[in-house]
Each structure stands twice: as structure tokens, then as C-alpha cells.
């Protein structure tokens, strides 16, 4: 029987890039579609990706295993563009960068649209040469599930709605170096894709077909990095 793993997001074309990414493992990949009662927000207050990804994920497993009860996992990511000449910006607001008042305390959780976001980072970039204008994608992704046996005060409660506790049973980065272009280019991808110019694939991310970015993006090298966990866990398991 695969294991269902739930993805803690409503973005159809992340589901689409993990479930191609995962189509050989043993794993059935859930939407919060598949949820009864759906999957509440849980705010991203975390200082990096790591952090969010993992009150995310054990969020997520809390929730899954009590709505669809047997064992499900939960799968979260946070990722994010983080700009040389920004000093790492926008990096975990990457999300929501248009939204960033005077002070970072003043976003709220909410994101704002992918060409607000492009927009600011072009302002943000105006006037600096090619050579000034490195940054890298980082991704991070958490998969926890329900911890049988422990009770809040052993595990942890984070005040998410839901009953079951929880443990973390993996996590993985990966990341890719490219440069900020100083217009969009290319309608595949979605975030900052029609900005970021990978040099080994000589276009930008925006240009790749979902195949091709796999193959080189953060999210395909964290997503290889769980999925050789994912076989040494199911081997061990068959043993």
C-alpha cells in the first residue's frame, strides 16, 4: 500500500512538480482538497525556511491524521529567493516581499501576487549591473507524521487546531545560484521564475517546462535528497 503524504499547500502547480518528482516512490501525494474539512493557515512567523517548514509540516500531520485517521504523513516546504545585493532579501518574506511595510513585523501571513512581487524586486535591483545581481533559490522540506504514544507535553503542541501530537521525520535543502535579469522572461514557472536566469541552462527558470526545472531548480534537488531517505525508509521497512 503507498504511503499518503499530504502537502501542507494550495499551489497546484508545486502538487503537480512533487508528484512527478515522486511518481517511482511507494507514496500517494495528497492535496488539502483531499481533507474533509480542509487545512486551516498556519502563519510563517519563522527566521528561516527551516523553521517554517517544520510548523507547517507538523501542523499539517495533526490535522490529516485526525480528518483522515490511519497513518498519513505531511510533507511541507518553504522556499524562497535570497539576493546577493539585498544581503539575503527577500528570502522567507519572498512569499509576500510586496507586502513589506517599514518593518518586517508589519506582514501579517498573507502573499501577495507574483507580479507585485517581481515588481518590488526589480525596484529593489534598478540601475545595478549583471555582475551585482546573484541570488540563489533555497528550499527546505519537512515531512513529519503523528507520533504515536507521546502526549503534548512530551511532543510539543504548537496551538494548531487538532489532537493528534506529532514528530518530524525527515528534512532536506537544496538550493541553485543564478542572477536576477532586469525584465520577465518566459510564461512557465510561477514566483520569481521569469526573473532568475539560470546559467547552466542558459534562460530563465520561467522558459523550463516543468521536466526541465526539476532537473536543476532547489525544489528538485531537495525533492532527490527525500527521495533517497524515502527508499532507504521503505527498504528498511520491507526488510
Known amino acids: 500500500m503507498a504511503?499518503?503524504?499530504?502537502?501542507?499547500?494550495?499551489?497546484?502547480?508545486k502538487l503537480a512538480e512533487l508528484r512527478a518528482l515522486c511518481a517511482e516512490l511507494?507514496?500517494?501525494?495528497?492535496?488539502p482538497a483531499d481533507l474533509p474539512h480542509g487545512l486551516p493557515d498556519v502563519v510563517e512567523d519563522g527566521d528561516t525556511f527551516l523553521a517554517n517548514a517544520r510548523k507547517k509540516a507538523l501542523a499539517a500531520a495533526r490535522i490529516a491524521t485526525d480528518q483522515l485517521g490511519g497513518d498519513v504523513w505531511a510533507l511541507a516546504d518553504d522556499s524562497g529567493l535570497c539576493v546577493d545585493a539585498l544581503d539575503g532579501?527577500?528570502?522567507?518574506?519572498?512569499?509576500?516581499?510586496?507586502?513589506?511595510?517599514?518593518?518586517?513585523g508589519d506582514v501579517d501571513g498573507g502573499n501577495a501576487p507574483d507580479g507585485s512581487n517581481n515588481e518590488k524586486l526589480l525596484h529593489e535591483l534598478q540601475g545595478l549591473?549583471?555582475?551585482?545581481?546573484?541570488?540563489?533559490?533555497?528550499?527546505?522540506?519537512?515531512?513529519?507524521r503523528a507520533a504515536a504514544g507521546r502526549d503534548d507535553a512530551a511532543a510539543g503542541h504548537d496551538?494548531?487546531?487538532?489532537?493528534?501530537?506529532?514528530?518530524?521525520?525527515f528534512n532536506v535543502d537544496g538550493s541553485v545560484r543564478g542572477r536576477i535579469l532586469e525584465a520577465a522572461d518566459g510564461e512557465q514557472g510561477f514566483g520569481y521564475d521569469p526573473l532568475f536566469w539560470h546559467e547552466q541552462s542558459?534562460?530563465?527558470?520561467?522558459?523550463?517546462?516543468?521536466?526541465?526545472?526539476?532537473?536543476?531548480?532547489?525544489?528538485?534537488?531537495?525533492?532527490?535528497?527525500?527521495?533517497?531517505?524515502?527508499?532507504?525508509?521503505?527498504?528498511?521497512?520491507?526488510?
Open 3 to 13: 504511503q499518503r503524504i499530504l502537502l501542507a499547500s494550495g499551489n497546484a502547480k
Open 26 to 31: 511507494p507514496v500517494e501525494i495528497l492535496s
Open 89 to 104: 532579501a527577500p528570502g522567507v518574506y519572498s512569499a509576500r516581499y510586496a507586502l513589506l511595510g517599514a518593518a518586517e
Open 129 to 144: 549591473p549583471a555582475e551585482q545581481r546573484g541570488a540563489a533559490f533555497h528550499c527546505v522540506i519537512v515531512v513529519a
Open 159 to 169: 496551538g494548531v487546531e487538532g489532537s493528534a501530537t506529532t514528530e518530524e521525520l
Open 202 to 239: 542558459a534562460c530563465s527558470f520561467a522558459r523550463l517546462s516543468g521536466e526541465q526545472k526539476a532537473q536543476v531548480s532547489h525544489r528538485g534537488e531537495a525533492v532527490r535528497q527525500l527521495r533517497e531517505l524515502l527508499q532507504v525508509y521503505f527498504g528498511k521497512e520491507n526488510d
